[in-house]
């Protein structure tokens, strides 16, 4: 099993920053990549960005490219997401995942591990 613990969340105003952070822990060794998707209420979980373990390469979302960056700290495996220039419309529950198999990273089916997510809130 693995277990996704995310971090980092809150309250912030329209053209503000935050980093979330997700910590990875049990068997970790057999993961692909990270990833990090988002759900706002009444809408689909929506992917936001992808990070492979072995070589860092990396894919965003078109809606959040140039703005968000995903890194990750392989010694601690742990996955970041700085997200600057936020918008209202970025409120959302940020979710961070585990993928370890096949299928399209842009479909939550692609992943097999979740954390609980973490609240995004942006003011305007």
């Known amino acids: 099993q693995v277990q996704l613990v995310e971090s980092g969340g809150g309250l912030v105003q329209a053209g503000g920053s935050l980093r979330l952070s997700c910590a990875a822990s049990g068997r970790t060794f057999s993961s692909y990549a990270m990833g990090w998707f988002r759900q706002a209420p009444g809408k689909e979980r929506e992917f936001l960005a992808a990070i492979y373990w072995a070589n860092g390469s990396t894919y965003y979302a078109d809606s959040v490219k140039g703005r968000f960056t995903i890194s990750r700290d392989n010694a601690k495996n742990t996955v970041y997401l700085q997200m600057n220039s936020l918008k209202p419309e970025d409120t959302a529950v940020y979710y961070c995942?585990?993928?370890?198999?096949?299928?399209?990273?842009?479909?939550?089916?692609?992943?097999?591990?979740w954390g609980q997510g973490t609240q995004v809130t942006v003011s305007s």
């Open positions: 995942a585990d993928r370890r198999g096949s299928g399209s990273y842009y479909d939550t089916g692609g992943w097999d591990y």
